[in-house]
């Protein structure tokens, strides 16, 4: 069965640090990557997603960045943290190579930028 | 431009009785719903879907309901349980490469005891 980690599981950082979260999968092979991020009191929104090794697709402008080095691995980025970069950050995966479009999420990274 | 709306941002239900959960949405190429149950802390977990050829899809106490005219989807939840209670998306897709999701806002249900 799939499996997603991430980690870590809760990071409180200063503005203008660097970041970097962390998503592994197991149990599958070539899938699509998702980055979600949940704002407080917010919906779900798709930052990232990636649909093969060094493939990187961009939903919305930030400085935020994605990388996958690996297939099973998915990797969010920052340079610099904002306040606004606070949130609760989510890694997905499309599971199935049939047409069905569910996702699959992790349990979640909570940044909390001071 | 939100392409998937959750107009209620939340819902009062007493155990046992019906819970309905809507979602609008804008973009008409989208041809896959889902909703998706949220306890806080954790991430979404799947619930259910349906297919833009149908109307219906059940399971269990589970019930998504589909109108295309409309652009409007629900949940029906029958009957509500306190372990129901947490935050709804519903969530949209339409034939792409990415196969990507668009979600709304959210619903928080809460059902009482």
């Known amino acids: 069965s799939q499996t997603i980690h991430q980690w870590p599981a809760t990071l409180v950082q200063p503005v203008g640090s660097p970041l970097s979260l962390e998503c592994t999968v197991e149990?599958?092979?070539?899938?699509?990557l998702y980055w979600y991020r949940q704002a407080a009191g917010r919906g779900l929104q798709l930052l990232f997603y990636?649909?093969?090794?060094?493939?990187i697709s961009s939903e919305v402008p930030q400085n935020l960045s994605a990388s996958r080095p690996q297939d099973r691995q998915f990797i969010l980025s920052s340079k610099k943290l904002l306040l606004s970069d606070s949130g609760f950050y989510l890694c997905?995966?499309?599971?199935?190579?049939?047409?069905?479009?569910?996702?699959?999420f992790g349990p979640g990274t909570r940044l909390t930028v001071l | 431009d939100q392409q998937v709306k959750q107009n209620s941002p939340s819902l009062s239900v007493q155990e046992g009785r019906i819970s309905i959960l809507n979602c609008d949405y804008t973009?008409?190429?989208?041809?896959?719903f889902l909703w998706y149950k949220k306890y806080p802390a954790e991430g979404p977990t799947f619930l259910i879907s349906?297919?833009?050829?149908?109307d219906k899809n059940e399971d269990g106490r589970f019930t998504v309901f589909l109108n295309k005219s409309a652009k409007h989807l629900s949940l029906h939840i029958v009957p509500s349980q306190p372990g129901d209670s947490a935050v709804y998306f519903c969530?949209?897709?339409?034939?792409?490469?990415?196969?990507?999701?668009?979600f709304g806002g959210g619903t928080r249900l809460m059902v009482k005891p």
């Open positions: 997905a995966l499309r599971g199935g190579a049939g047409g069905n479009n569910e996702q699959f």
């Open positions: 149990g599958t092979s070539n899938p699509n």
């Open positions: 990636s649909v093969g090794i060094g493939q």
């Open positions: 973009n008409s190429m989208f041809d896959y």
């Open positions: 349906i297919s833009s050829i149908k």
């Open positions: 969530a949209a897709s339409k034939g792409n490469a990415g196969n990507m999701l668009t």
